[in-house]
C-alpha cells in the first residue's frame, strides 16, 4: 500500500489536486483516467466534492466542466504538497532544504 494510502483515501486526494493543474480543462472522465478510477466513482466523489463547496461544475455541451471553488483550491495546494511529500519518501529521496522548500511554496 503506498504511503499516501495510510493517511487518507488516496484517489480523492489526487483527484482534488489534480485539478489544480491548470494547463488544460478538466472533466470528470479526464479526471478518472488521470488517476486510475472508474468513472462511477469519480461521479461520485465529484458530488460530494460538490456538495462540500471544494468544486462547481458546468455543463459545455455534452461534457461537465469542472473547476475549483477558492475553498477548493487552498486544500488542493495543500493535498498537492502532502502528496509531493510522500512521493519523494517513497522514492527515498533525501530531506529538502530550506531553500528548496521555500521555492516549492512560491509554486
Known amino acids: ?5 495510510v493517511f487518507f483515501n488516496e484517489k480523492p486526494v489526487r483527484a482534488l ?3 489544480i493543474k491548470g494547463d488544460r480543462v478538466w472533466y470528470p472522465s479526464m ?7 472508474s468513472y462511477p466513482h469519480m461521479m461520485s466523489v465529484l ?4 456538495a462540500a463547496g471544494l468544486i462547481k461544475s458546468e455543463g459545455m455541451g455534452r461534457i461537465r466542466v ?3 471553488t477558492e475553498q477548493g ?13 510522500i512521493d519523494r519518501i ?10 528548496e522548500k521555500g521555492k516549492e511554496k512560491e509554486e
Not at 500500500?1 to 494510502?5: H, V, W
Not at 517513497?90 to 531553500?99: A, D, F, H, Q
Open 47 to 50: 458530488a460530494e466534492f460538490e
Open 90 to 99: 517513497e522514492r527515498g529521496e533525501p530531506k529538502r532544504s530550506e531553500k
Open 73 to 85: 483550491d487552498d486544500l488542493a495546494r495543500d493535498f498537492e504538497l502532502i502528496l509531493r511529500r
Open 1 to 5: 500500500m503506498p504511503l499516501s494510502g
Open 17 to 19: 489536486a489534480s485539478l
Open 31 to 37: 479526471l478518472a483516467k488521470e488517476i486510475d478510477c
Open 66 to 68: 469542472l473547476h475549483l
